[in-house]
Nanobody, 123 residues
Framework: QVQLVESGGGLVQAGGSLRLSCAASGRTFSVFAMGWFRQAPGKEREAVAA????????YYADFVKGRFTITRDNAKNTVYLQMNGLKPEDTAVYYC????????????????WGQGTQVTVSS
């Protein structure tokens, strides 16, 4: 029901910042919870952050807590991931995903996925 397109990835120096955006099309965006995931080569995809349909509830993986912030703007059909204090181990393809009642911290229930955007953090 929702099509997602990520943008904002790129190459950044360790300690730097990036802001990822996920633009959504579809009229059900505002009632979907949204999540950010990442996958590095040789590793499983892991949950990074999530936000409820209202924006009132958020989830962060321990490894990004205090560094990353997820927000959404339903009027713009967009979810963001502000990434500060980037580390080389943050290098991965970052995906946004949507679902009506997903399980935060898991892939379960996120049934709409974007194509991903590459984030590379140099030492």
């Amino acid at each position: 029901q929702v099509q997602l397109v990520e943008s904002g990835g790129g190459l950044v120096q360790a300690g730097g910042s990036l802001r990822l955006s996920c633009a959504a099309s579809g009229r059900t965006f505002s009632v979907f919870a949204m999540g950010w995931f990442r996958q590095a080569p040789g590793k499983e995809r892991e949950a990074v952050a999530a936000i409820s349909w209202s924006g009132g509830s958020t989830y962060y993986a321990d490894f990004v807590k205090g560094r990353f912030t997820i927000t959404r703007d339903n009027a713009k059909n967009t979810v963001y991931l502000q990434m500060n204090g980037l580390k080389p181990e943050d290098t991965a393809v970052y995906y946004c995903a949507a679902g009506p009642r997903p399980t935060f911290g898991s892939d379960r229930g996120f049934n709409n996925w974007g194509q991903g955007t590459q984030v590379t953090v140099s030492s």
